[in-house]
């Protein structure tokens, strides 16, 4: 008897499907996470998902019957044989675990492998469904790639290693570790681990990124700092030397340094007296700021990320850009009143403007320069109109796309108001970058850790997947 009461749609009923495949799977064992049991019926594979007839957890002499949504899976990991045991591990989200958790009447304190920490109340996370199958044929097989296009095929051995990792119901290490035919020792993290990832670059003054920090790459969190600072740190790691030598980038703890103290006086024409200077000049106190001709200050304010990038700081009047042969103005006021006209009508912007003016010292002291005082007409500040974010989470995205445009792309003409950055990149470059700095930090953790101790990160949902974007519908749970 079914005594499923959670509303899901049918997904054998393939009548409004495109791409009407399924397989009937021969599936000896089931896991639910920690919950597992011996199928007494069929599953059911098609393209809309998966079709489980569980046993309830209060009574399993009933039954339920489960939908799991293609939508609803964030990973497949598979082994497929035709002549031994197969195995397909689903990574599913958060809400399709509940989902299960509730269909089949499980108390809370049995999870879907999850866990019941604060992780578990600020994000979601994914949930694991292994099928145990006996050899399947290659029909079938064919089936099961169709319909899962981005599945990742494993060696029997490893498929082993990781069914005994995801059903062991007490774990108290870091990762659960298995050797596989290689002789690699491969750990796989899960996303309550708390523990050291890797330091970038290596070695003192490196920055350190644990578990907890890759967790904010997740759909939907905001970046934190450690991974703002990373990214630029690689970006600029990765440029060539001269335009390295000529770039100086502020850690994401700069900008909250340097308004952490209340200004005497809020003028922005003229910076005074060098205090603001005088309490981030540890941030510089190796760097001659006007040897640079790039100053990249990310920002973080009311819990959104931007931008702010100082330009030609030594400059005192305008040049030919490659050149560097004066240029005079032919209007110079009508020119700088038209250059701050859009700027300074808003109030954060000119806050902005002031506050990173202030990270320079206020009177220019070089060998071969007289003394150089700083203020809204020789130092311009301008709003661009760049690419915007299109929901309220990947403002830091945002950020570092921006520098690395900025770095791929550069702009060719100064001349205020800056144009033709529009359409700078694409959203889909945004979209990407989640999952671009996930294997990026994968590919630096196995040059850091060497080629026989292989750490393999948490499974967390991402909205692309190999780079293309994972169309998510809203998945509302509904009750009678």
Known sequence: MDFCSLKRDDISDLSDCRDQLSAMLPCKVVHLGIFNFETKEQVIMTSKGIRIVAPLQEDPSKTCTLHIYKKDVIKVIA????????MLCFYI?????QYIKKALRMPETIALFETQNNFAKTLYQAGIIILQLDSIDHHIQSIIRSIWNFLDEISASDAEGLLQRVTLFDRKGAGDKLINETNCQITQLLPNDIQQLLIYPPGKGGILIRTTDYLCLATGQYLNDIIIDFYLKWLNDCIP??????????????????TSFSKCENDVNYIGAGEEHGRVRNWTKNVNLFEKDFIIIPINENSHWFLAIICFPSLKNPVTFGTHIPVELRDKDEGLANAYAGY???PTSKSIDYDCKSSIPYKMKMPGFP????????????????????????????????????????????????QQLANWFDTPTVTRKR???????????????????KILLPVIPFPTH?????????????FD
Request: hydrophobic fraction near 30%; charge should be negative.
């Open 79 to 86: 082994h497929l044989s035709t002549t031994t045991n197969s």
């Open 93 to 97: 989200f958060r809400t399709c675990a």
């Open 241 to 258: 030397k001269a335009e390295r030598d000529r770039t100086f980038i502020f850690s994401a703890l700069f900008y909250q340094t340097l």
């Open 344 to 346: 300074y009508n808003e």
């Open 371 to 418: 003394a150089h005082s700083f203020n809204k007409y020789n130092m311009l500040g301008h709003h661009v109109k760049v690419p915007q974010q299109n929901n309220s989470t990947d403002c830091g995205l945002y950020v570092l796309q921006y520098v690395e445009q900025f770095f791929k792309d550069p702009i060719r003409d100064y001349r205020i108001p800056i």
């Open 435 to 453: 999952e671009d700095i996930s294997n990026l930090l994968q590919k630096l953790m196995n040059a850091s850790n060497g080629p026989n101790n």
């Open 466 to 478: 190999n780079g293309q974007l994972i169309e998510l519908e809203n998945n509302n749970i509904e």
